[in-house]
């Protein structure tokens, strides 16, 4: 069982990292007496619409009214990988923002991961850990469609 978190109540305090070999780190989700293995953030996306192309999906949505929602993503992932680089990464790597770049490039679209044919009505991010080179290292995420919201 999966237990998905609202973006806008997800705190980065909450979040803890497991170092566990020299090239991916996992991360899990600490509140109250809960430990979760992974984060899953509900997305709240207003105005989302699901185009199959190509036997992928992607969705699309109104960016600018969806923005508070996107810059609290966006946080996240920057606390994140702070929080990374201070306690386990060495100084000289540089993070990989890869959920900010494409919400940046592609203003109003996400490519989704792992879909099937359906109706979608809403859209999660997993986020289940940290990968790391030799000089660099960012956040291993995918973003899932949900047909219940």
Not at 15 to 34: A, Q
Not at 64 to 91: T, W
Not at 107 to 134: D, H
Request: hydrophobic fraction near 35%; charge should be positive; proline fraction near 2%.
């Amino acid at each position: 069982m999966n237990i998905v978190i609202d973006t806008e109540k997800c705190k980065s305090d909450n979040v803890t990292i497991f170092k566990n070999s020299k090239h991916k780190t996992r991360i899990g989700y600490k509140e109250d007496k809960m430990l979760l293995n992974g984060l899953y953030l509900m997305l709240n996306i207003k105005d989302i619409c699901f185009i199959n192309l190509n036997h992928s999906y992607k969705c699309t949505f109104g960016y600018n009214r969806n923005k508070n929602l996107l810059f609290k993503l966006i946080q996240l992932e920057k606390d994140i990988l702070e929080k990374y680089g201070m306690a386990v990464c060495n100084s000289t790597k540089r993070p990989v923002y890869n959920i900010c770049r494409q919400i940046i490039e592609y203003p109003g679209t996400i490519s989704l991961s792992n879909t099937k044919k359906g109706f979608y009505k809403g859209v999660i991010v997993k986020i289940v850990g940290i990968w790391e080179t030799e000089f660099e290292y960012g956040l291993i995420h995918y973003f899932y469609p949900i047909d219940k919201c």
